[in-house]
């Protein structure tokens, strides 16, 4: 690791090769510089590899196998003449430290303390996987003629067995050997499927633009189909029916309205429907008398306001006789108009006095 940095090295001038030995020497440094701070108490911070997936007992998330940590390799013991370590590392997610240590015996690492391992293991005997020979049988096979016959019969024996889920394999295999037909084959279905996917956005982008939606639309599905089918979105009445309508009730309305028998001057309007029916008009009644309008008269040499004379009499008016007969109508429907009323008399007061107006 020193020698990666020999180059363009500075000596100073008191540095003796004789005395120093080496520049590390003489500043008093270790090679591994920062990497080597903890030596003194038999620990090296080395790169270690994450040799398994584990779930981190302190924030519980789960650390995937080949992740790389800053650990801490320390020696704690011997397992025969093979040296085991022990890995202490920090958690990237949390402050919690995980310790690891290796298990000669097993070609493994255990956990410590701070994790636990996500169980992965099995047994390749369960799994119908061909094993690898132990050391004991390699061995047994190298000096043992008859064991080597044995296991030769064993293994034919589980050939044999095996023989026919080998070949229903290789038969599969060979359906899909044909590797450019079965992607010419693929790679044509996805051209289809792109320019039908192309077509479908084309036409929900037309309809956002026709409807003045900013909302993504969803695929037409079967079932969209048969509920749009039982509904109507017509209007009640279109507007070729509600002419016909209205030509109907004017061909069907009267032509003279309902309280009189004579279309006179308004005749055309209410034929056309135009002109509001005018109301009959009301016979003639009574003239109004004097005493009726609370008049009263005094005679010639009355005092005016006097108490002592008697009450003033009124003058007696002719009252009005009966309502002459109405004319008979005339030939042809029309009927003549009624007589004008007579004029109302003049009820003026007749008052004696000659020195005042007043009553």
């Not at 779930?55 to 704690?76: F, L, P, S, T």
């Not at 009726?292 to 005016?304: M, N």
């Not at 003026?348 to 007043?358: E, H, L, R, T």
Request: charged share 30%.
């Amino acid at each position: 690791m020193g020698e990666r940095k020999g180059t363009n090295k500075y000596y100073p001038p008191d540095f003796d090769p004789a005395k120093h030995g080496s520049l590390n020497k003489y500043h008093h440094s270790h090679p591994l510089r920062e990497r080597a701070r903890k030596l003194s108490q038999g620990i090296l911070v080395i790169r270690f590899e994450m040799p398994f997936n584990i779930w981190c007992d302190g924030c519980q998330n789960h650390i995937g196998m080949g992740v790389r940590y800053n650990a801490e390799k320390k020696k704690v013991g011997t397992y025969y003449t093979t040296p085991v370590y022990r890995f202490r590392m920090k958690c990237h997610l949390c402050v919690n430290y995980i310790e690891l240590q290796t298990d000669p015996g097993n070609c493994d690492y255990v956990i410590v303390s701070g994790a636990r391992r996500k169980e992965e293991r099995w047994d390749p005997g369960d799994s119908a996987q061909v094993l690898p020979t132990t050391p004991e049988q390699r061995e047994r096979l190298a000096v043992d003629p008859m064991f080597r016959l044995e296991h030769g019969v064993t293994d034919k024996g589980v050939l044999e067995r095996a023989t026919p889920t080998l070949t229903r394999l290789q038969e599969a295999q060979d359906a899909w050997k044909d590797d450019f037909g079965l992607n010419s084959r693929l790679r044509r279905r996805f051209r289809e499927e792109k320019k039908t996917l192309r077509e479908e956005e084309e036409e929900a982008a037309a309809l956002r633009a026709r409807a003045g939606l900013s909302i993504p639309l969803l695929r037409e599905e079967e079932e969209d189909r048969r509920l749009a089918a039982l509904l109507s979105l017509r209007a009640p009445d279109s507007y070729e029916e509600r002419q016909r309508l209205k030509r109907s009730e004017i061909s069907q309305r009267s032509w003279f309205s309902a309280g009189t028998a004579r279309p006179a001057a308004g005749g055309a309007l209410q034929k056309l429907g135009l002109g509001a029916a005018r109301a009959p008009r009301a016979a003639p009644g009574p003239p109004p008398t004097p005493a009726g309008l609370g008049i009263v008269r005094r005679r010639a040499g009355e005092e005016g306001g006097g108490a002592e004379g008697p009450p003033p009499v009124p003058r007696e008016t002719p009252e009005a006789g009966p309502d002459p007969p109405a004319a008979a109508p005339q030939a042809g429907g029309a009927t003549p108009d009624p007589p004008a009323a007579a004029p109302a008399p003049s009820l003026v007061a007749d008052y004696s006095d000659s020195g005042s107006d007043s009553p």
